[in-house]
Every structure is written in C-alpha cells, then in structure tokens.
C-alpha cells in the first residue's frame, strides 16, 4: 500500500466540504427551532491513528447521545452527532412543546429526526459540489459513553483502517442550549474519488 | 496504550485494537467496549496479566492493501498475539484463565441477523478454546457500554458501566 | 368532506408533527406508515386521497413504496417530504409518479399549499 497521503492542501479541500455541508446542516437546524441562531465551530480535519478516534470526544466514559447515520452511494461516509445528556434533553423538549426531554420513545424519534434532516442537509451539499449521489441510512441512537458509541459505530461502519480521517465541527445555541459535535469519518476510497472529482489528484 | 504512575501503582491505558501486559502489580484498563470486546488473560502463579480490547471478529476480511494486518484489531489474532507476550512476560498457557467483556449492541434499531458485538463474543469465545484458555467470568450482550480494569496483583477484573456502577466478575 | 390523509415516516415524531399541522388545516388522518412496506399496504386498505412519503426508511425506502403505490392506483395522490433535497433524487421520485416535494425542515404552510394543490387536481 502507498502510504495515504493527505497534504495541508487536501485536509483544506476536506474542511471546506465540512464547512459548506455543516453549514447547510445548522441552517436546517436553525430552521427547526424557529429560526434560532446556531453557531459553529470552523470544522477541523485530523489524520488519527484508528486507536485515537474516540479520544477525539472529550470524556471517553462520560455519557453522551449519539445519532449515527451512514451516507452511503457513490461513496461512502459514516456521520455521528454527539450530544451531551443534558443538550439532548434540551433539543427533545424545544422540539417536543410540554415535553421533560425524557430519551422516551418520543423523545428519542425527535433525536433521530433531527439526525436525519442534519445529515441530509449536509449530504445534499456534498452532493451539489461533487456530483456525486449519496443516501443516508436510518438514523440510530444510542445513549451510553462516548468512547463505546464512537468504537461501536468504527466496528459497526468497518472504518478500521489504521489511519482515519476525522472532520469535526462543534455547534451550539444560546437560548435553548445545546451543544453538540459533528463528526464525519469517509471511507479511504471515498475522499479518493472526492479528491478526483475536485481535480486534486 | 498509554502508561502512567499513579501512587507507586502502574497503570496503563489500553486504547482500541491495542494490548497491554504487566507482572506483579499495577492496573491496565480499558474504556469504553461497546461492541468490543476485554480480554483479560491471567495467570496467578507469575502474577503475568494481560488485556486485548478487539473491535472485529475476523481478521481475513479486513487485510489492508499491503496483506498487513493489524493483529490487535481482530479477535482471531489479538488473543495469539497477547498469549505470546504473556509467555514472555512468564506466563505460562496452562496456568491462564481468562474473564471477557463487551460484545454489546448500542445502537437500538440496528435490525440485522447478527450483530457485530455477538459476533466478537462468539469468536473470542472460539479463540480461547481453541488455545484450551478456559473463560472464569464474564458480562457481556447487552445494551450499554463498559469500562475493564484488571488488577495484576490479585487477577481481580471489574466492570464498570454509566449510571449502574461497578461489578466484579 | 375532509380529505383523508395518509402519513409516511419512520420517525414517530415526524409523524406527529405532519399530523398536528394537517389536522389544524382540516385533513382526516387516516393512517400513519412507519416505513415504505406500510404505506403500501395502508394504501390498499384505506384508499386515502392523499399521501405523504419519507424516502429515508428502514425496509422499504419511498421511491419504491411510491412506485408500487402507482401500480396500485395511478391515480395516487403522494408528495414527498423528505430531508434528502438531493436533485436526481426528487426527479426520480417525481419521476416514479409523486407530485410534489418538500424538502425538510419545512414550513407549515408549504405542506398546507402542496396538499391543497395536489388535492385540488384530478
């Protein structure tokens, strides 16, 4: 194997497609709460060592929700939102009028929606610049620590290659609280064909 | 794997489709085996303890590019690999006993015949027969997550788990 | 006479959401589909006038329960609401028979309009 090679120039390439699908994203997100501002993060992108994917959570063992998509297509991205416990509860009952926030049945179809419409949101964008035609699964949540979402979701994706690319973005609101991250793992083969599509090869 | 002295105790860190073994005194834990799985192998007598936390089952699927493998990301090849440093740490095969955890199914509605977690359960199970490394204990399936700490002095594993605290196994 | 409508999503509360709005602007709902396999039955036992339709779902995706909807009764009545706003996926369900698309998050009133609209032909 040649060794995967990603210069500054590509890891940008990556950050902008972050950029403009996250954007996309928190615009639905926005639009879900009525237009409330949400605020993010410049996305960033790492080349990790599979071992420190779930490092790249603050608190492998702290509790957390997390909704994991797969984009899947003409290439192939695994998407993971993280929310913590009490940003969950807060989107639960902003979108849920009269609700506690409870990971009730409800509550937990609310967090899928919303990992659903974030998540095409962002592939509708990637699509838009790459051309390229991308579906996301089902949306599953589950809430447990963080470092076990993050490995189960590496088993569960076969993201195991022993360098991964990770792009991370944060957001947050004011008025309802919540705080979460988006992280983004493609398949080698995907940022390839990306790559190519963007004439970078 | 990261090591650190807390205490005058060693303690090491086993990250993912990584590996750990200590003599005579210390901790080496692991955070966070969802669908992974903690397999601690211990042996009383030389007081060797080691720690495989694995995230698939098989290593022939997965060969990268190069036929490489990563042995210390499959089941099939992780609990050979951690055998062999125990042996030389003074381990000896006859004397190992062996406590496993994780396996678990996180995601709810994942709807598949077999998941990957009950897939890593069955092929560590059939790993440590095959080495004739009997399995003494046990906490796996399920829906949540698990933290393994072994405790090289006593072969002493526990379980811990959000919201549930810690068991012994 | 109220049109009755029947409600495609795998999430329950999309369901919810649809139901609320279109209950508030005088639809019957009279049925919720939890994934594409559903609404085809549903549609068979309940003729409704009108369909809403998620494509993202487990078991049977919309493109393929609007398409065997179609074969059912060409004169189905479905639009699509979907997060997926992605182009050759709302012609190939514009295509496959639906008759509008609503991109999600959406506006009450854009649900209202294309209801009215779809209904409103024969």
């Not at chain 1, 972050?18 to 928190?26: E, F, P, S, T, Y």
Request: aromatic content about 4%; hydrophobic content about 45%.
């Amino acid at each position: 194997m040649e060794e995967r090679k990603i210069d500054s120039n590509r890891l940008d390439v990556l950050k902008e497609l972050a950029n403009i699908g996250v954007g996309n994203a928190i615009t639905s997100l926005s639009q879900l709460l009525s237009g409330e501002k949400v605020d993010m993060d410049v996305p960033a992108a790492f080349l990790l060592p599979l071992q420190d994917v779930p490092a790249s959570l603050e608190g492998e063992e702290t509790a957390v929700v997390g909704v994991y998509i797969e984009g899947k297509g003409d290439v192939n991205l695994t998407i993971l939102f993280v929310l913590s416990l009490e940003s969950a509860a807060n989107l639960i009952s902003a979108l849920l009028p009269g609700s506690a926030g409870d990971f009730d049945e409800m509550g937990i179809s609310v967090l899928t929606e919303v990992g659903n419409i974030l998540t095409a949101s962002y592939l509708n964008a990637i699509s838009i610049m790459t051309n390229l035609q991308l579906l996301p699964t089902p949306p599953e949540v589950a809430v447990d620590m963080a470092g076990a979402i993050i490995s189960t979701v590496l088993a569960e994706a076969r993201v195991i290659d022993d360098e991964i690319v990770l792009l991370k973005t944060s957001l947050n609101t004011r008025q309802t609280r919540i705080e979460g991250s988006i992280l983004i793992l493609p398949d080698a083969g995907a940022l390839e064909k990306i790559f190519r599509i963007l004439g970078l090869t | 794997m990261i090591s650190m002295i807390v205490d005058n105790t060693e303690i090491v860190k086993v990250k993912i489709a990584d590996m750990a073994v200590l003599k005579d005194n210390g901790l080496i834990i692991t955070v966070g085996l969802g669908s992974c799985v903690g397999i601690c192998l211990y042996d009383e007598i030389s007081r060797v303890g080691g720690l495989a936390h694995i995230l698939l089952a098989e290593s022939q699927q997965f060969k990268s590019r190069d036929g490489a493998v990563n042995k210390a990301k499959f089941a099939d090849t992780a609990i050979p690999l951690l055998l062999e440093k125990m042996e030389k740490f003074g381990g000896k095969r006859s004397r190992l006993r062996s406590k496993i955890a994780g396996g678990s199914q996180l995601f709810v509605f994942k709807k598949t015949n077999i998941s990957v977690g009950e897939k890593n359960v069955e092929t560590v199970r059939r790993t440590l027969k095959k080495l004739n490394i009997p399995v003494v204990g046990e906490d796996v399936g399920g829906s949540h997550g698990r933290t393994m700490r072994l405790y090289i002095d006593s072969g002493r594993v526990t379980i811990s788990t959000v919201g549930k605290g810690e068991i012994e196994i | 006479m109220a049109k009755k409508v029947l409600i495609t999503d795998d999430t329950a509360f999309m369901r919810m959401t649809l139901r609320n709005v279109l209950e508030k602007n005088g639809y019957e709902i009279a049925g919720e589909a939890e994934d594409g396999q559903q609404a085809v039955d549903k549609y068979g036992m309940i003729k409704p006038d009108l369909v809403t339709m998620d494509i993202t779902m487990p078991n049977m995706d919309g493109i393929t329960a609007i398409k065997l909807i179609m074969k059912q009764d060409p004169n189905a009545k479905i639009v699509v609401v979907s997060a997926m706003g992605q182009k050759a996926l709302v012609i190939e369900a514009l295509n496959s028979g639906a008759k509008d698309f609503i991109v999600k998050p959406f506006q009450p009133d854009r649900i209202v309009e294309a209801l009215q609209k779809v209904s409103s032909t024969s």
